[in-house]
């Protein structure tokens, strides 16, 4: 479908306050209008060669990242690749937050340029805090909350649910439908991390596609 004009216009003009909130808070901010060109932008952000990780994201996968790096003789580092073995896992984490790059998308960003996150194990998100030289984070258009507390609210009532269905895990979301609190050993709502301020510099990028991503 192509998308009127003034819809596109709606969306350059969101995505230019998102950057606005973004660059007081020390983080880069860019707008791509689809998926292909979040992809170049990214590809040309990284040199040949360089080692990068990344979080588990639908986005990640929508956008073709990951034949993108391989292609450009990046090391990488995919927690995947464990196969559900623990040790192999934190073998792989440890090796990755020296990488050059951590890639991943973000639950939720308000409209203010707060990035919104919830975690299960929090492995993606300490890598996002402290680590990897360089966070390259990729949104959709569907992640924008006009604030924390109702992006929180989407994440555990609309994300949620269908990630716990596909993965197969027994929290009360998966059989409601909606957010139960649950506190089962499945449970994905074990870590909140709300990012307000970067205080590296020039670490951080965030990439809001016009295009719905990921969940």
Not at 1 to 20: H, P
Not at 127 to 154: E, H, L, Y
Not at 173 to 201: A, H, Y
């Amino acid at each position: 479908m192509v998308m009127r004009s003034a819809e596109l216009e709606t969306r350059r003009e969101k995505a230019k306050q998102i950057a606005a909130g973004l660059k007081k808070r020390n983080i880069e901010g860019f707008y791509c209008q689809n998926k292909e060109e979040a992809l170049k932008l990214v590809l040309d952000m990284v040199p040949d060669g360089a080692s990068a990780g990344w979080g588990g994201s639908v986005t990640l996968k929508q956008i073709g990242l990951f034949d993108g790096l391989r292609e450009k003789g990046c090391v990488l580092h995919d927690m995947d690749e464990a196969g559900g073995d623990p040790e192999k896992a934190r073998e792989i984490y440890l090796q990755s937050v020296g990488d050059d790059y951590f890639f991943m998308s973000t639950n939720g960003i308000t409209e203010d340029g707060e990035l919104v996150n919830i975690d299960g194990q929090g492995s993606r998100l300490s890598r996002m805090i402290f680590g990897p030289r360089n966070v390259v984070i990729i949104a959709g258009i569907n992640k924008i909350s006009p604030d924390v507390q109702s992006a929180v609210k989407r994440i555990r009532n609309e994300v949620c649910p269908v990630l716990a269905v596909a993965g197969g895990r027994n929290t009360a979301c998966s059989n409601l439908g909606r957010c139960g609190n649950c506190f089962t050993p499945d449970s994905m709502c074990c870590e909140f991390v709300i990012t307000r301020k970067s205080r590296q510099n020039g670490r951080m990028k965030v990439i809001l596609v016009g295009e719905e991503l990921g969940y």
